[in-house]
Nanobody, 115 residues
Framework: QVQLVASGGGLVQAGGSLRLSCATS????????MGWYRQAPGKQRELVAAITSSGSTNYADSVKGRFTISRDNAKNTVYLQMNSLKPEDTAVYYC?????????WGQGTQVTVSS
């Protein structure tokens, strides 16, 4: 059983910052990929950023240079530092864990950026 609990969302003005956290528990293997996805109203869920257990990262073009993903393997926690937020970043953000062919999702946290 794997659980992911996301936190850190909220309301922020354009240009502001937020930091999301996702704590995982259960049967977490040492080799995995953790990531953040987001879904805006009326749009499909999209990848925001991902990080492997060895630290390799991947970002959506729309957030490169503004968002930073990181992880603490000892705590099985992944973070998303979001700077220079734009109204188009408004969405529900979901954390994701992929390991050994399985995929797990957190409950989502709302991020709202006002103009």
């Amino acid at each position: 059983q794997v659980q992911l609990v996301a936190s850190g969302g909220g309301l922020v003005q354009a240009g502001g910052s937020l930091r999301l956290s996702c704590a995982t528990s259960g049967s977490i293997f040492s080799i995995n990929v953790m990531g953040w996805y987001r879904q805006a109203p009326g749009k499909q869920r999209e990848l925001v950023a991902a990080i492997t257990s060895s630290g390799s990262t991947n970002y959506a073009d729309s957030v490169k240079g503004r968002f930073t993903i990181s992880r603490d393997n000892a705590k099985n926690t992944v973070y998303l530092q979001m700077n220079s937020l734009k109204p188009e970043d408004t969405a529900v953000y979901y954390c994701n864990l992929q390991q050994r062919g399985y995929e797990f999702w957190g409950q989502g946290t709302q991020v709202t950026v006002s103009s």
